[in-house]
């Protein structure tokens, strides 16, 4: 992502709301990744796990009662191994990705929900997300999917325009993406969200802000916008190489980093981590969990889960994964190297107190250093740090070198 290195000559403010902070991380309670691998059209940017039907499933626009089985058949084995390794009582998040993961039947997903109900109690303010594409959000499916316990969705548009999505190698439905617009408007769920993505070649600026504008104009509560990047071993790296695509628009990509934030503020939408925005109340807890450095299960091909001391990475393999749902190994987590990729993207201000708090449990000893390091960049113009640390955009675009810089330190024997 561009953003994530310096422009040269570019000064830039961000402004906050003093009443949202970043949450207190929390080992108490636990959340829980569903991973359904199967699309309908591997899209050749896409560096995700998944699975084109289009070519393991003879084309087919649902996903087979078969398949569907096969998958719940090898859920449940991974879930009942997996739910040893997790002290928590409770579940606050749950997240079915992908993949296209409303491919999922309505009643998969209930079933899936009463297998984690019987093992673990729901929070009353539990996040179920549900995220997938244009195709498969039609009124009746929200109505089911609501029905069955989700009550968030997240729908990848990416763009409006068939030229952008062919550009983009996605699945275009003509029908559903003519729809999308007043499904979003009138959806039953009302906590819903979209992708969005910039700096595609052949993109003009002004078509991404007209498509970003009529989404908002929905009354989504949440957007996560995405630069094109060039994902080493996808199919759309090698055309890249070959120079038989075109690379990324980072003139475009500059351009809309540096007036995104604004743009979204004037909209009422807060700026709470590198690529995310969302309305007070309607951040994601599922999407913060990862930057507060908390414990998810993962379950399905492809999934990575952490339980606070060990991390696993599932084969990323369908077939391989149902013949051996629990073959993953346990590694020990490393958080020199991880909790810096993790709490430098959340753009809220952070608790002095609570950073010192989760420096001190994962690298005993480290937090004076730490905080030192975080009031020198404050010094630099790149960030404030009273009470709370909080970056500016000066500071975000020169993201990168940050977290190695704090990567160095806590992986420094003084």
Not at 24 to 46: E, M, Q
């Amino acid at each position: 992502m561009w953003g994530l290195y310096a422009r040269p000559g570019l000064s830039l403010r961000m402004k906050s709301n003093p009443d949202i902070v970043a949450p207190r991380r929390s080992n108490d309670t636990l959340g829980v990744y569903i991973h359904f691998p199967y699309c309908i059209h591997k899209c050749s940017y896409c560096d995700f796990y998944s699975v084109g039907m289009d070519r393991a499933l003879n084309g087919e626009k649902n996903v087979t009662s078969k398949a569907i089985g096969e998958y719940m058949q090898a859920l449940r084995l991974e879930f009942a191994a997996r739910r040893q390794l997790f002290i928590q009582k409770q579940i606050n998040t749950i997240f079915f990705g992908g993949g296209t993961a409303s491919l999922l039947p309505a009643e998969t997903i209930f079933a899936i929900l009463e297998m984690l109900r019987a093992e673990f109690s729901f929070s009353p303010e539990i996040e179920i997300t549900l995220e997938g594409n244009p195709e498969n959000f039609t009124p009746g499916y929200i109505a089911a999917i609501q029905d069955a316990g989700v009550n968030r969705i997240h729908v990848g548009i990416q763009s409006l325009r068939p030229h952008t999505l062919k550009q983009l190698d996605r699945y275009y439905d003509e029908e559903r993406y003519a729809a999308i617009v007043q499904t979003l408007s009138d959806s039953a769920i009302a906590n819903r969200g979209v992708d969005l993505m910039y700096g595609v070649p052949g993109q003009a600026e002004d078509e991404f802000y007209q498509d970003l504008d009529t989404l908002l104009d929905t009354g989504i509560s949440h957007v996560s916008l995405y630069s094109l990047t060039v994902e080493h071993g996808t199919p759309y790296d090698v055309m890249v190489r070959k120079g038989t695509a075109p690379a990324p628009n980072d003139e475009l990509q500059a351009n809309i980093f540096e007036y995104l934030p604004a743009r979204m503020r004037e909209r009422g939408f807060i700026h709470y981590e590198v690529s995310n925005f969302g309305t007070p109340g309607n951040l994601s807890r599922h999407n913060l969990r990862y930057w507060l450095y908390e414990p998810t299960l993962a379950l399905g091909p492809g999934a990575h889960g952490f339980n606070g001391t060990h991390r696993y990475a599932n084969v990323r393999n369908t077939p391989g994964w149902q013949t051996a749902p629990t073959a993953a190994a346990l590694d020990l987590h490393e958080p020199a190297l991880e909790l810096p990729l993790c709490f430098l993207r959340i753009l809220l201000p952070m608790d002095r107190r609570d950073l010192e708090a989760l420096i001190e449990a994962e690298v005993p000893g480290k937090s004076p250093a730490v905080m030192k390091l975080l009031e020198s960049w404050t010094s630099l113009g790149f960030s404030s740090f009273d009470s709370a640390f909080q970056w500016n955009l000066n500071g975000l675009i020169r993201l990168n070198d940050r977290v190695i810089e704090l990567q160095e330190l806590l992986e420094s024997n003084s």
